[in-house]
């Protein structure tokens, strides 16, 4: 990739620096993180975004709090690594990656209780590149699995962005993209240009047009007549949170793209790591949707677009039932019909 979305650099003493998504398409600028709050604004502010990437950025910002309390004995150190993941852990309700990560990093350092804070402040950061590297195969498997979905020619639409920008590197539903363009077939991507924040026209359209991946923007509301026209053969978008009976949380609009191709006879897939599901929840009822500020909705284009004092609701993810879902693809395969037993038996 001509980019990369994050990474830490140097020893323990170094930062976590990622690509200031808020920035892009105009301008590639990259952001150093030397705190955990450095790293908690970077995820509210959306300069980092994307289930995976949320994840790794937590769980590097939490060797950034860790660090602050290396000096002292290990109860000391272990109660700052709580403090940190508790603070990093509200940065965003809806991603289960966050949460994920932070455990990993957490359970990790209580199990090293025996150690001093220097030595499990190492084993941390090995934890956190580890956490990155296993993302970046994980994409990659992704891709693998799910190239086969898509057939020469096919129109494909995808919505927010899922792709290297949102991971470790490759994405999940661009993933599935690169890897069959990678095989040969020829696709036309659309991508939704996925108000209010427009990650589909900032960060989707430009990762494949730097990838040389043939793309058209859209605005979200042409996606039904898309459909209409027989342009659209193929949805794929990436999740936040999956339930266990498949209830997937992806950036809103989802859930209106998913009815719009049930309604169109269009397979309709997502596809995320393992890291996003979480087992925990029965169905998507229970998934904390994140609602962000009204200047999100009212202003646009670097204005104000609506009148002042307008009552705004704004939701940042809806939940897509599994029956609208063709397949998930994960790291592991291809859950076909995803429901209750079909997820268990995926990860059995
Ligand atoms: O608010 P964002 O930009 O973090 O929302 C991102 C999405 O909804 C993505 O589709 C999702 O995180 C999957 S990323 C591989």
């Known amino acids: 990739m001509a980019f990369t979305t994050i990474e830490w650099v140097g020893g323990l003493d170094g930062c976590a620096r990622m690509i200031d998504q808020t920035r892009l398409p105009g301008e590639e600028v990259y952001i150093e993180c ?63 990656n966050l949460g994920w990560a932070l455990r990993r990093m957490t359970t990790l350092a209580e199990s090293l209780r025996d150690r001093s804070a220097t030595e499990a402040l190492a084993r941390l950061l ?43 590197e490759y994405g999940t539903a661009l993933a599935v ?16 240009e996925t108000r209010p924040l427009l990650q589909g026209a900032r960060l989707t359209a430009w990762e494949l047009m730097q990838s040389g991946i043939d793309v058209t923007l859209i605005c979200d509301n042409m996606a039904g007549w898309l459909m209409r026209l027989g342009r659209v053969q193929r949805v794929v978008v990436g999740a936040d949170r999956i339930a266990a009976n498949g209830d997937t949380a ?29 087992l925990s929840l029965s169905d998507g009822q229970g998934i904390p949707i994140e609602e962000r500020q009204p200047d999100e909705v009212t202003c646009a284009f670097g204005r104000r677009t609506a009148p002042e004092g307008v009552k705004v609701f704004n939701p940042a993810f809806d939940v897509t039932p599994a029956r609208l879902i063709a397949a998930i693809v994960t790291e ?4 076909e019909r995803p429901d209750a037993a079909a997820i268990r038996a995926h990860f059995a």
């Open 34 to 96: 030397r705190t955990a709050e450095e790293v908690f604004d970077a995820i509210r502010r959306l300069q980092v975004r994307g289930a995976p990437a949320i994840g790794i950025a937590a769980a590097m910002g939490l060797i950034l709090g860790a660090r602050e309390a290396a000096g002292g004995g290990t109860p000391a150190f272990l109660a700052r690594v709580r403090e940190v993941a508790a603070r990093l852990n509200a940065a965003r309700p809806t991603a289960v």
């Open 126 to 168: 090995t934890e956190a590149r580890a956490i990155r590297d296993e993302d970046a195969r994980m994409c990659r498997e992704i891709g693998r699995h799910g190239a086969a979905l898509l057939r020469d020619g096919d129109g494909v639409l995808t919505h927010c962005n899922a792709g290297a920008l949102a991971a470790a």
């Open 177 to 192: 993209i690169r890897a069959a363009a990678e095989r040969g077939t020829r696709l036309k991507v659309y991508a939704d």
């Open 250 to 278: 992806n950036k809103i609009g989802t859930y209106s793209v998913a009815l719009l191709a049930r309604e169109h006879g269009i397979p309709f897939y997502v596809a995320a790591p393992s890291s996003t599901f979480d």
């Open 332 to 335: 592991r395969g291809v859950i």
